[in-house]
């Protein structure tokens, strides 16, 4: 009944229509009338126009056309042309795209991808200027003047000193000031067009004098160091979510690729396929080197490869070869930051693709330990879950967390020498050593670890292998093993369907997975089985 009920709906909505009454009439070709009871308790099996309309709403998201539906006879011959043309369009594409949004969870619009102080503003005077790096120019979180900007002799931005006063807490503050004038600018999102600048954050320089690189965070801290060229480094409100729509259409991309060309299904997680546009071409190439909560450094991608692409191509697409190290989308950035954690990582694979989620035992968790153990896969409670979970999160040991960036072994070695220097002797360490090394440890157990790679501790000599080869294994595993197959075919019959299986569909389901493997894991020949079984027919 739920079937017929969402049926109805479907169509209702599609054709604006109140067309079907709760008992009617259903008339096929060859005269044969069947009472059709949509509330009924008994199974009734669709007639050829009712299941039509059903196959083509669940994979078209519309109604037939009138000329497609005398292509089936009654005896429903044309049928799998029928299927293979809808099956073969956009449209399913874009269906499939939809139903693995449900499952990924892409969506990254709430990931601030950029830090604050690349953001530039606009004042009263229609002038742009960053307040979160005003302070390093101007000595206090104010713009420049509204006049045009002054060189002296040597080329040196010139400036008109002043102060600012202001109230904290009933205390008055002096700061001292250096306020420059404008520049006009053609920024790299509005090519032929010019903007005023302030001149402090115009500055081109892509590397000052002192040695700073001004195309990273420490380009804020150097009075030298601008928004580059064109503002390269930075960006205005009105682009700033272009970079996050293109990282989750990346992905989209991928799947609606390997599902209409008809490859194996399996490609969606070992393929080295990506997608870019012309705002993300300018991501990886300037922007970079500014994270705000999460990172893309290292740049999960060739930067000297991308396709030249101006910044403000959003709808213009290139395909491009990712390195050897990626796993599909288990390694792009929609992915990785969108879960920001190995962990996290595994936990949506493990619900996802295998249907296997990490829940504790009917009897509850158990806590016998007087003094917790730091390893989770030993700890009273923890173990149950995390015995399975940490080996797991161990393959992705070489995507940085927070990050979407690869750890490439010739920099990021299994132990540092200068991360366990640091971390011994309490001198200061390197940045890199504190974003993916070891360099605290609370309890004696913990000590051995010091200077390793981050998901290296606790790991077993066997699992440490899966921070080695990444997700791709983790693939091969899980295909080996069933579940992916399995679980694939569940997932998207549940879909088809518009319910979960029943326990009595439990025989079909591994018919299903089994002919999904046996067809190279064709996705469009599993759900093509799926629309021509009689569970899906069935009104339920």
């Known amino acids: 009944m739920r079937r017929t009920i969402r049926s109805f709906f479907q169509v209702w909505i599609a054709t604006g229509v109140f067309w079907a009454p709760v008992y009617s009439q259903a008339q096929d070709q060859s005269g044969k009338t069947d009472e059709i009871n949509s509330c009924g308790t008994e199974d009734v099996r669709l007639e050829k126009g009712r299941y039509l309309r059903a196959m083509s709403l669940d994979l078209r998201q519309k109604l037939p056309k009138l000329e497609e539906y005398p292509r089936v006879s009654p005896e429903e011959e044309g049928l799998d042309a029928l299927l293979d043309e809808w099956l073969a369009s956009d449209e399913f594409g874009d269906r499939m795209v939809r139903h693995h949004r449900s499952l990924i969870w892409n969506n990254l619009s709430s990931v601030p991808l950029l830090n604050t102080k690349a953001l530039l503003v606009t004042d009263n005077n229609g002038i742009h ?317 913990e000590e051995p670890y010091l200077g390793m790679l981050k998901s290296y501790q606790f790991r077993q000599a066997v699992h440490e292998r899966h921070v080695e080869e990444g997700p791709k294994l983790l693939v091969i595993n899980s295909i080996v093993d069933s579940r992916f197959g399995d679980c694939v075919s569940r997932k998207i019959a549940a879909r088809l369907m518009g319910r979960e299986l029943l326990e009595e569909e439990s025989e079909w389901l591994q018919d299903l997975a089994k002919a999904f493997v046996s067809s190279n894991y064709s996705y469009k020949s599993l759900v093509k089985a799926i629309l021509k079984s009689e569970n899906y027919r069935r009104v339920q």
């Not at 000595?139 to 003047?145: E, F, K, P, Q």
């Not at 991608?301 to 599909?328: F, M, Q, Y």
């Not at 399975?388 to 070695?413: C, H, I, M, S, V």
């Open 129 to 445: 200027w960053r307040p979160d790096a005003a302070r390093t120019y101007r000595g206090s979180d104010v713009g420049c003047r509204n006049v045009p900007s002054t060189t002296d002799s040597s080329g040196e931005i010139e400036y008109q000193e002043g102060e600012r006063t202001y109230m904290v807490d009933n205390m008055r503050i002096t700061e001292q000031t250096k306020r420059e004038g404008f520049v006009e600018v053609e920024p790299y999102w509005a090519p032929g067009t010019t903007i005023k600048v302030c001149a402090f954050d115009a500055q081109q320089a892509v590397t000052t004098g002192s040695g700073t690189s001004c195309s990273t965070m420490a380009g804020y801290d150097d009075p030298r160091c601008g928004c580059g060229h064109s503002l390269r480094y930075c960006v205005v409100q009105s682009i700033i979510q272009d970079v996050n729509r293109a990282i989750e259409q990346d992905i989209d991309r991928r799947i609606k690729a390997v599902i209409l060309n008809d490859e194996p299904y399996t490609e969606l997680f070992t393929s080295r396929r990506a997608y870019v546009n012309g705002p993300l071409v300018h991501y990886y190439r300037y922007q970079t080197g500014f994270p705000q909560d999460v990172s893309l450094e290292p740049a999960p991608v060739d930067v000297e490869r991308l396709p030249n692409l101006s910044a403000t191509a959003k709808d213009t697409w290139r395909e491009i070869e990712l390195p050897p190290h990626h796993a599909g989308i288990l390694t792009s950035p929609a992915y990785l930051l969108r879960f920001p954690t190995n962990r996290a990582r595994a936990d949506r694979l493990f619900n996802a693709f295998m249907c296997s989620p990490l829940i504790p035992p009917a009897g509850g968790l158990v806590f016998n330990q007087t003094r917790p153990n730091p390893d989770l896969q030993r700890r009273d409670g923890c173990k149950y879950c995390h015995a399975n979970l940490e080996p797991t999160a161990a393959f992705w040991g070489r995507w940085g967390e927070l990050g979407a960036g690869y750890l490439d072994p010739q920099k990021f070695p299994p132990r540092r020498a200068d991360c366990e220097a640091c971390a011994r002797t309490g001198e200061q360490c390197s940045e890199e050593c504190r974003r993916f090394y070891i360099l605290d440890a609370l309890t004696v157990e």
